[in-house]
């Protein structure tokens, strides 16, 4: 008996740029006069790259660390990133008592414009581009995007184009870095640094939000955030194709750095060694990234 062929739910391109089929032809353009309030947060990463962790981060230190107000507000936000179907929508009518916290793997020139002059604040969470590769393929792979995610070889490939999904790495990336890094409302931290000086970040962050914690504070933020806490809860119903319905996935899976080990092949290595240092010749973002601990 021939197995069942698999359904894949595609990209939807939308001015060029591949967007999950959860985005609406029109979301991109409605996003960039979406209207920023002084205390909106915005946590913005390339896919795969801490974006929920980072997210918690901010959801902790806005509510102090305290596990009630947290779940409160975990309850009262939608879920998933900003751009997904009419998620924009509910945060228009999302309470003014506290702020927003939104996140998105929006590009530069989607971003709302009010973001650009100072309005509202903006986390932005940078990873070494072979773990986001790892991580990227075994989140999208199960969840059947397109036939040539399926196999880490192919998807190595269309990992480096710009025509992946959410756009290449570098492309995503160093605008936002080489543009937006000395902007006051803006905050660059790395997943690496977030790893290796946990309690350093929450403080850096809590700061950056004006939100200045006591050292208890501080310490539940960490212990609520640690990578064991947020796995034990973290998870996502995810729409496949009509025919085969909804599927829980784990939103997170190692959190460790240096995983790319795990599948990058010599060759694999030594080609995106050679595209890195070509792509980030000159930036200022490269003393920033490490590749293992």
Same mark, same amino acid.
């Given at each position: ?75 009262? !936000? /939608? ?7 009419? =998620?924009?929508? %509910?945060?228009?009518? #999302? $309470?003014? @008592? ?29 990873? !070494? /581009? ?7 393929? =075994?989140?999208? %792979?199960?969840?059947? #995007? $397109?036939? @040539? ?145």
């Amino acid at each position: 008996m021939a197995d069942t062929p698999k359904t894949f739910l595609g990209v939807n391109v939308i001015n060029g740029f591949a967007w999950s089929p959860q985005v609406l032809d029109d979301t991109p353009e409605k996003l960039q006069s979406f209207e920023i309030r002084e205390d909106d947060v915005f946590v913005l990463t390339y896919p795969k790259a801490g974006t929920n962790w980072a997210r918690e981060l901010v959801r902790n230190i806005v509510c102090d660390g305290n596990k009630e107000k947290v779940k409160e507000d975990y309850e009262s !936000n /939608p879920p998933g990133q900003l751009e997904f179907v009419d =998620n924009w929508k %509910k945060y228009d009518n #999302f $309470l003014r @008592e506290k702020p927003r916290i939104m996140m998105s793997h929006e590009p530069v020139d989607v971003l709302p414009r009010q973001i650009f002059e100072g309005k509202g604040r903006v986390l932005f969470v940078m990873r !070494n /581009p072979k773990d986001s590769a790892v991580s990227f393929w =075994n989140f999208i %792979k199960d969840r059947q #995007f $397109l036939e @040539e995610y399926e196999k880490w070889d192919t998807f190595f490939e269309a990992y480096l184009r710009s025509d992946m999904l959410n756009g290449n790495w570098f492309d995503y990336n160093l605008p936002y870095y080489e543009q937006h890094r000395n902007k006051k409302n803006f905050l660059f931290l790395t997943y690496e640094e977030m790893k290796l000086d946990h309690k350093g970040c929450v403080i850096r962050i809590s700061d950056f939000l004006s939100r200045p914690l006591s050292e208890e504070q501080v310490d539940k933020v960490v212990q609520n955030t640690s990578f064991s806490s947020m796995k034990a809860k973290n998870s996502i119903s995810f729409q496949l194709k009509e025919e085969i319905g909804k599927k829980t996935f784990p939103l997170l899976r190692k959190g460790i750095v240096g995983d790319w080990k795990t599948r990058f092949t010599v060759a694999q290595n030594e080609r995106f060694d050679a595209i890195y240092n070509q792509r980030m010749e000159g930036s200022a973002l490269a003393k920033r990234i490490i590749f293992e601990t």
